[in-house]
């Protein structure tokens, strides 16, 4: 049976930062401001994350007249050559307005979203459609807790990826039933890892999503986070897929076009170079 490290391996191919194209973080050296999770769950283009992140992007700064998305998705994709910042423009995001299900239900509507990027061909990972959430199970997270002050930690360029953490489910919400609304795992979340994939250790599908951390006294972050069952996920690209304009998906290049054309970022300095 595969073991963590080799399930991550696989697993960080699909995760997705969200960032700002305008403005850089403030901490030398220059990067993208980063302000959101998110993971690849359809090859076409689709990246699920939360409803509260598709509302920073709107509310994300933009020059006078500038029609585009002013964020971008940015997948960090390590080749044999070093890490390439493959940039997934945005083309539409997805905000359900409801998520029915068969039986009992007693939560509100999920904090789930979906953002459709242009490229095509890209890692996915397996949203479960019937978790099966038990008390004690053991998961792990990945994603970009604090954005990119987390990555240049020490001054500088110190990180080019996501950050891996692993717990167990703490509870089921509102306790352990069919439809249950969300789940606790034991481990520190902050902001920017909203969006994050909640996966099985030993064969990497998702099983939730974060969305939110504990915090004391609102501001002081526990050791939970919660997280909203993969059921829903699978809900939300039946959904996208339903949406025409998701069908204009075939005109997109696909990743291993884009990689043709990507620049290498130099881990000093956080700008792109030409592979030699």
């Known amino acids: 049976m595969p073991e963590l ?16 194209r305008f403005g850089q973080s ?3 050296p220059p990067f993208p ?12 283009g689709i990246v699920a994350t939360n409803d509260h992140v598709i509302d920073e992007i709107g509310r994300a700064p933009r020059p006078p007249g500038f029609q ?5 998705g940015m997948l960090l994709h390590m080749t044999e050559h070093g890490m390439v910042g493959v940039p997934l423009p945005i083309v539409g995001v997805f905000k359900p307005q409801d998520m029915p299900v068969t039986g009992v239900y007693y939560g509100e509507k999920p904090d789930v979203g979906a ?26 997270t990945a994603g970009y807790p604090m954005g990119t002050p987390a990555l240049v930690a020490p001054g500088y360029l ?14 089921v919400h509102p306790f352990p039933c069919d439809l249950p609304h969300g789940f606790t795992v034991n481990v520190m979340t902050q902001g920017g890892a909203s969006g994050s994939p909640v996966f099985r250790p030993e064969d990497g599908s998702v099983i939730g999503i974060v969305y939110a951390g504990l915090h004391e006294n609102e501001q002081t972050p526990t050791n939970y986070t919660f997280a909203v069952p993969s059921l829903y996920l699978a809900k939300l690209v039946e959904q996208v897929r339903a949406v025409p304009e998701f069908a204009e998906h075939s005109q997109y290049p696909t990743l291993s076009e884009a990689l043709g054309t990507m620049r290498y970022i130099n881990a000093l300095t956080g700008q792109p170079f030409e592979k030699s």
């Open 5 to 20: 490290p080799d399930t991550y391996r696989e697993v960080r191919k699909s995760i997705v930062a969200f960032v700002h």
């Open 26 to 28: 403030p901490t030398p």
């Open 33 to 44: 401001h980063i302000i959101g999770t998110g993971f690849v769950i359809d090859s076409d």
């Open 115 to 140: 953002v459709m990027v242009r490229m095509r061909g890209l890692p996915t990972l397996t949203a479960d459609p019937k978790p099966a959430l038990h008390e004690g199970a053991l998961v792990a």
């Open 158 to 171: 110190n990180q080019l990826g996501p950050t891996l953490q692993a717990g167990i489910i703490s509870a």
């Open 68 to 72: 585009e998305w002013p964020v971008a």
